[in-house]
């Protein structure tokens, strides 16, 4: 299976995601050690879900672009129109 291969700057813009969504599960866990609320402990776990399936999203989008429509890697192999209609559905349902 081929491995994530990205430049330097998306590494760390998806790291910066993680570290984002790591205070997020934080927040919640010390929401709970602090007896919050449950609107405020539900708040912030639909935060990190919300979280999670855009950085899900941003990781699928780049595998659709530089695994299965790369037109330089695989010229003719896919639709582009099709492709991009396929993310703008994952970017919908994602994010």
Aim: net charge negative; charged share 30%.
């Amino acid at each position: 299976m081929p491995h994530m291969a990205h430049t330097i700057r998306e590494k760390r813009k998806l790291l910066a995601r993680v570290r984002r969504i790591r205070g997020q599960v934080e927040a919640i866990e010390r929401a709970l050690e602090g007896d919050a609320e449950c609107e405020q402990v539900m708040h912030l776990i639909a935060g990190a879900r919300g979280a999670m399936a855009g950085l899900m999203a941003e990781v699928v989008e780049d595998h659709v672009l530089s695994h299965l429509v790369d037109d330089t890697k695989h010229p003719g192999a896919l639709n582009t129109d099709a492709a991009q209609q396929l993310l703008e559905l994952v970017r919908t349902y994602l994010r």
